[in-house]
């Protein structure tokens, strides 16, 4: 096997037909032996439906589909567990992110045996300023405290040789965050440009809450600084309250100004309110131990549908 497609899709009726009609027309005559990986994270439409009928009619197609929703992280690490091809890539199914870009990263892997993966990014974003803006503090921030390198505008869209899946899979960790994991495993990644196209139909799943929940697994994931950053700011605001209190108490005691116990309360309520935002960063990074420690799986598969198995029925 060549090439494996991995596909999540979450509620893609209205566009999931087209992309495999795109990536056939596409692909023809240029890449013969390649096979799709499509996985339905627990759709409330009519995407496994159309799946299954897509299953019955293609003699190259997988499909999983789970039990409820897991995300799109859990998708991919599904999808990639079900290929089998030299290369694989992850890739959404909206038609933003073209096959013919699969293409090119595919022949720049055939061209240099030194590069194992090729990723793709954005270089001009068609979104708004504040929400580029907020992305782009989110790479210089994990850039700047954590060990890994993060591409900016990079996405998960790549195409990677098997060595790397097999890298990526072994990361079996529940909280996932790809992007992350891409870079912690290393190997040799080439990046180029693409450009993302309109949405086929449909819209985003991806809203700002979602994109910042996501951001704090990537920051909780790959980083205990915030811990630390918290044990120093609790060193700093002890001392400069210890120092405050004694100066209060030394005016209060000379002035009889009754405003030197506000201020002091005032304080007692800031150092509460530092303490209870120490213990919620404590509390995130327990919670995910927690869970890791529960060893549950990272996602439930209520039906595999594989080329393979109707090929020998």
Not at 57 to 76: H, I, P, Q, Y
Not at 142 to 167: C, H, N, Q
Request: hydrophobic share 45%; proline share 2%; glycine share 6%.
């Amino acid at each position: 096997m060549k090439l494996s497609l991995v596909v999540p899709c979450y509620n893609e009726e209205e566009v999931i037909y087209e992309f495999y009609k795109e990536v056939r027309k596409v692909f023809e005559n240029k890449i013969e032996d390649y096979e799709f990986v499509f996985v339905n994270d627990g759709s409330r439409d009519k995407t496994a439906d159309i799946l299954k009928a897509i299953y019955k009619v293609a003699d190259n197609v997988n499909v999983v589909n789970f039990s409820r929703n897991f995300g799109k992280e859990a998708a991919m690490y599904a999808g990639l567990q079900q290929t089998c091809g030299e290369y694989t890539c992850v890739i959404d199914a909206d038609l933003q992110q073209r096959p013919e870009v699969v293409l090119e990263m595919a022949e720049i892997l055939d061209n240099d045996e030194n590069i194992d993966c090729v990723a793709a990014y954005q270089e001009a974003r068609n979104e708004g300023k504040a929400l580029t803006f907020f992305k782009d503090s989110f790479y210089k921030l994990m850039d700047k405290i954590t060990e890994i390198e993060l591409y900016k505008g990079a996405s998960d869209f790549r195409l990677m040789r098997r060595p790397m899946v097999e890298a990526v899979l072994s990361m079996t960790e529940y909280h996932r965050f790809s992007k992350g994991i891409f870079s912690f495993v290393g190997f040799n990644t080439k990046y180029i440009p693409y450009e993302a196209q309109q949405r086929a139909a449909g819209e985003s799943k991806w809203s700002f809450s979602k994109l910042f929940i996501y951001a704090i697994e990537g920051i909780v994931g790959f980083t205990t600084a915030p811990l630390k950053v918290a044990s120093f700011a609790g060193l700093g605001l002890m001392l400069i309250a210890f120092l405050y209190m004694v100066i209060a108490l030394i005016v209060g005691a000379v002035t009889y100004n009754i405003t030197s116990a506000i201020a002091i309360i005032t304080l007692i309520l800031f150092m509460s309110g530092v303490n209870l935002l120490a213990l919620g960063i404590i509390g995130e990074y327990l919670a995910r131990t927690y869970m890791q420690g529960k060893n549950r799986p990272v996602f439930i598969a209520k039906e595999i549908l594989t080329y393979e198995e109707k090929e020998s029925e």
